[in-house]
């Protein structure tokens, strides 16, 4: 059942981003689609069932999630790349999770936002209409899921410090100003990005509130390209790398629910521990991840240059502009923190987004290795798998909701651990 929709909603202010769907199939491919009740009335009615010889959803620990074939698709791709639920019955009948892809609205104090997950090779490559166009389908998803549009919960500063609404804005303003900044490098900006996390982190922030917290971050970001030069990001410990890979295994879960159900628990967890194994070690072949090449050793990759430092060399400006629409989405979007990320509180939220990055660039030279192994590159295709990658898990895996997580978070936010590991070997390693 759906409700009428008065609240307006925000639409994402990101004059430069656009997207409309071109139908690649792609996310049918890459997701697990998490149902709802009305999902599954809407799939009995349809009849999949009597059709198939199985129901067309598997459960999973009470929750069901469409079926998937064994290579990961959706059981209703057809080979033509479209749904057949849309080809026989139409959009409106499809999974609410799939007709909002990869629009998202996130209650907020300020009222329902709009967000864009970049897992959407459309949003990626920046391809379709602009963001206001889309008021009919965010209309559609607030209509579909009405928590959407619900009231905001807080959102912490910190953990302990309550933020008000106007300071998160003033902060999601702030940060965005400093991602959109022209004439800094991408390298430069990720690197304000992780200082300024890391500060606020340590900052005794518990009475500058209200307009002196205004005062504070303008001022960090009016002096930070000053701040950076004059205390450049130096090289992560070995701890610091150990921390980002098993973070970059955390992000890459792909779980297959059909599979883990055949194996059954000791099994899965056992592959799980096995693939947490490898990242954690570094050496050897790194872990079968989706839409990237088997085989790839984790030298190969780490011989290949930082991407972000790449970009700042003006070697490939649009790598620079999809990291930067990237994450100027997220902080514009709500999908930082609050409601759209796993109700953290900003700093950690902002931390997350930073691990997130720098994930990005490992991942990219991972994808880069596969690619062409001769190749001392990331190409855009490169770094657009790997921002698929991550983004596709950000704000949608409970295993990132964890106290391990806000741990790890905490770990790589002192000693300039997230500086460190989003400029980790700027110009690759040479193995002996
Ligand atoms: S990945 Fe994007 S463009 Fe492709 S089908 Fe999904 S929503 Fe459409």
Redesign the pocket.
């Known amino acids: 059942m759906t409700m009428a929709v008065s609240l307006p909603i925000l639409v994402l202010d990101l004059a430069e981003q656009r997207y409309s ?8 491919r890459d997701f697990t689609v998490q149902l709802r009740d009305e999902d599954i009335e809407r799939l009995d009615r349809q009849g999949w069932k009597a059709e198939l010889g199985f129901e067309p959803w598997v459960e999973f620990r009470g929750s069901r999630f469409l079926r998937q074939r064994s290579d990961g698709a959706c059981i209703f791709l057809q080979d033509d790349g479209l749904c057949r639920i849309h080809a026989r019955h139409g959009l409106q009948e499809k999974p609410v999770a799939c007709r909002s ?2 629009l998202s609205v996130m209650p907020t104090a300020d009222g329902p936002q709009q967000g864009l997950n970049f ?5 990626q490559l920046n391809k379709g209409a602009a963001m206001a166009t889309h008021l009919a389908d965010l209309r559609r998803i607030a209509e579909d899921a009405p928590e959407t549009v619900g009231q905001a919960r807080a959102v912490a500063l910190l953990p302990g410090r309550e933020a008000s609404p106007l300071e998160l804005r003033a902060l999601a303003g702030v940060l965005d100003q400093w991602m959109g900044r022209e004439g800094a490098s991408i390298a430069t900006r990720i690197d304000g990005l992780a200082w300024i996390a890391q500060a606020l982190r340590h900052a005794k922030l518990a009475s500058v509130k209200g307009d002196r917290f205004l005062e504070l971050i303008t001022t960090i970001v009016a002096t930070l390209e000053d701040e950076l030069e004059a205390d450049p990001v130096g090289a992560a410990t070995e701890r610091q790398e150990r921390m980002l890979r098993q973070a970059i295994f955390m992000r890459t879960e792909d779980p297959r629910l059909d599979r883990m159900k055949a194996d059954g628990f000791l099994r899965t967890a056992w592959r799980q521990w096995r693939r947490q194994r490898a990242f954690l070690k570094g050496s050897g072949t790194v872990p079968d991840l989706r839409g990237f090449a088997h085989g790839v050793r984790f030298q190969e990759a780490e011989f290949i240059p930082n991407p972000l430092h790449d970009a700042a060399e003006g070697h490939d400006e649009p790598i620079d502009d999809l990291v930067t629409r990237w994450v100027r989405a997220r902080l514009r979007g709500a999908r930082t923190w609050g409601a759209g990320y796993y109700g953290f509180s900003a700093v950690e939220g902002l931390s997350a987004l930073c691990v997130d990055v720098a994930s990005a660039a490992y991942l990219a030279r991972v994808h880069a290795a596969g690619r062409d192994p001769a190749a001392n590159r990331v190409m855009f295709a490169d770094m657009a798998a790997a921002v698929a990658r991550i983004d596709r898990t950000a704000g949608r895996a409970p295993w990132l909701a964890t106290a391990g997580e806000r741990l790890r978070l905490s770990f790589l936010s002192l000693d300039d651990g997230l500086r460190r590991t989003c400029a980790l070997h700027p110009c690759g390693v040479e193995w002996r």
């Open positions: 769907c071109h139908a690649c199939g792609n996310c049918c892809f990869p897992a959407c090779g459309s949003v």
